[in-house]
């Protein structure tokens, strides 16, 4: 039985040349009746790093979930110059990989195995991993300082390291096509920016592509090529960090205090308490 | 690789201690070489007079081999519900799945007079698919009456709901033994679980079924591990969570109906089994699974020696035996639950 290998490219046809990893058009998605996201249009170049930010229930998530394949799959979204639509759910899941805000932690089961199901993709239906699956998440596991963890049941690291083993996860997936929902909000300030940075190194290695929803603003436009701003379900602002971070925009769809500061890689949004009338 | 040899020892074990005790004591050596004297080619002689032989090949040994193939298949559905609800109290009776095949079960003999030879003995063919229509319906109605208290409902609420249909189907068959009580005088037997009367016909009823779920079952034991992660995440990773659910739901089903329309209600082993297991060869399902078929079969024929024996010469319900290991094992579950149950 032929296999694929370990590779990264994704398993459809080699788009051509300046196609989009992700390419969102006029996207209404409506839960329960409810309208969640509406019209949205959003871009994202293979290699870029695009977060979406917007206040609560803005659709961040939404937005991820339907470019991730878990919302019926309207014809809005092309992933790689193919529709999503069109995608067998196997295929997809060799281009895009997700780490969901708080992933199920099964209780029991190793770091070996859980990065593992990586390998699903992969490996035929009613099969068994190959010594190539095993083989490809040890790579993996080693290239996030995770091959001494390997046996350790993931459910008692702690959240840093939890969240490292959620990434070898998505990485052993091998797809180009990063989804973060909220990678950093269960962690402190020194594991955000160690994840941050080991996201970004992953993708300047290997060329991945890395569409996240982020809440804090300073670290999302340190981090990120280009933002959007989601309120309400709608656009409202996309552009450079600098272009999307403004204390005027932030204080009409956040309804926040700010005074926005330039700092070396980014503004960096600071609260300010607001003055009483 | 360790636990299948470890398996496959328990099988062997269960098999010829099975065998060798009973009223007429018989030595285990002699047992085994005329077990092996069943395989063609093999003569061996093992010491035993013709009647003893009789006794091991057309008494012990199917009520043995029915013991592995029931007590398997339960331990087996138990590991399976296990892992399609997320849920590590799911069991084919708290599900209500066994309630809804002995229901299927009474009204087809009640209704369908399949039992007017006096005997369960010799039941049709049909009998274990009426017994899967009744475990489909009742599984059905768990799921629906559990996923009711929210978008997908918790564990707590799939168990009560068990414990809810469970209850109703079981006054439903309660109704229909009341009604039919002259021509359903071998059910009293079953209902408590019965592998006294076992013959090879039993085994014969109970295979093609047993076959049929163990292959589906153990082929998605990969499957259930991804499961774990829940359906969000499964289906990103490529899989049909919702798809692979129903069919592990009907072959587990499939198998308690095969093995409550041979030997009645027999119930915790696919709670005590599946956990054990858990406890000593780690939680994926890859390993789960297999293990949980062949120690529970194991357990099964074991438990029943101890059933037929510790009263002799009279024999204890083998329900009742699995009942009294069951309740308390059941607590300790709970308690190690807990956190995932609130």
């Known amino acids: 039985m032929s296999r694929e290998p370990a590779g990264r490219e994704p398993a459809s046809r080699e788009p051509a040349a300046g196609t989009p990893a992700v390419e969102v058009r006029g996207l209404h998605v409506a839960l329960g009746g409810t309208p969640i996201l509406t019209g949205v249009d959003l871009t994202v170049a293979v290699g870029e790093w695009v977060t979406v930010i917007g206040p609560n229930g803005a659709g961040k998530s939404t937005l991820l979930r339907a470019v991730g394949g878990l919302l019926p799959a309207p014809k809005a979204i092309t992933l790689f110059g193919t529709p999503s639509a069109a995608l067998r759910r196997r295929d997809r899941a060799r281009i895009v990989a997700t780490v969901a805000q708080s992933p199920v932690v099964p209780p029991g089961m190793s770091v070996l195995d859980y990065v593992l199901l990586g390998r699903t993709p992969y490996i035929p239906t009613l099969g068994r991993e190959s010594t190539a699956d095993v083989d490809a998440v040890h790579e993996v596991l080693g290239r996030l300082d995770l091959a001494g963890f390997h046996r350790r049941e993931l459910a008692t690291l702690s959240g840093g390291e939890r969240q490292r083993v959620f990434l070898a996860r998505a990485l052993a997936q091998g797809a180009t096509l990063l989804l973060l929902d909220e990678p950093t909000s269960a962690l402190d300030i020194g594991h955000q920016q160690d994840v941050l940075e080991l996201v970004d190194q992953l993708r300047r290695e290997h060329g991945l592509t890395v569409l996240a929803t982020m809440h804090d603003l300073s670290l999302a436009g340190e981090y990120a090529d280009r933002m959007v701003m989601l309120a309400a379900g709608r656009v409202v602002a996309a552009g450079t960090p600098p272009e999307v971070l403004t204390e005027e925009l932030l204080a009409t769809h956040y309804r926040a205090s700010v005074r926005v500061v330039p700092g070396a890689h980014g503004p960096l949004v600071v609260p300010v308490r607001p003055t009483r009338p | ?342």
């Open chain 2, 1 to 342: 690789m360790r636990w299948l040899v470890a398996g496959l020892v328990a099988v062997l074990v269960a098999l010829v201690v099975g065998v060798s005790l009973g009223p007429v004591s018989l030595p285990p050596g002699s047992v085994a070489a005329e077990l092996l004297n069943l395989f063609p080619g093999v003569h061996l002689d093992s010491g035993l007079t013709e009647r003893e032989i009789a006794i091991v090949t057309e008494l012990r040994l199917p009520r043995v081999v029915l013991g592995l193939l029931v007590g398997g298949l339960l331990a087996l559905a138990g590991g399976c519900y296990q892992g399609v609800f997320r849920n590590p109290l799911a069991d084919p009776y708290l599900l209500g799945v066994a309630a809804g095949a002995g229901l299927a079960v009474t009204a087809a003999i009640a209704l369908g007079g399949a039992g007017r030879q006096g005997t369960l003995s010799g039941l049709p063919m049909t009998i274990p698919l009426a017994a899967f229509a009744g475990s489909l319906l009742a599984v059905t109605m768990t799921y629906v009456l559990g996923a009711a208290g929210g978008r997908r409902g918790s564990p707590a609420m799939l168990i009560l709901a068990g414990v809810a249909v469970s209850a109703f189907l079981s006054a439903g068959q309660t109704y229909l033994l009341q009604r039919h009580a002259d021509s359903i005088q071998p059910v009293y037997s079953w209902l408590l679980g019965r592998l006294a009367t076992a013959g090879w016909h039993d085994v014969l009823l109970v295979l093609p079924y047993a076959a049929l779920t163990t292959v589906v079952v153990l082929l998605h034991r990969r499957e259930l591990d991804v499961l774990a992660v829940g359906d969000d995440e499964a289906r990103s990773l490529g899989l049909h969570p919702q798809r692979t659910r129903y069919l592990l739901i009907a072959a587990a089903s499939l198998g308690t109906a095969a093995a409550v329309s041979a030997t009645g209600l027999i119930g915790f082993v696919g709670i005590i089994v599946p956990h054990t297991v858990r406890l000593l060869a780690g939680s994926s399902y890859r390993v789960i699974l297999p293990m949980s078929l062949l120690f529970g079969g194991a357990f099964l024929a074991l438990t029943d020696v101890v059933a037929r024996t510790v009263a002799a010469p009279s024999e204890l319900p083998i329900g009742v035996v699995t009942a009294l290991l069951g309740g308390p094992f059941f607590v300790l579950v709970l308690r190690t639950a807990r956190r995932v149950l609130t």
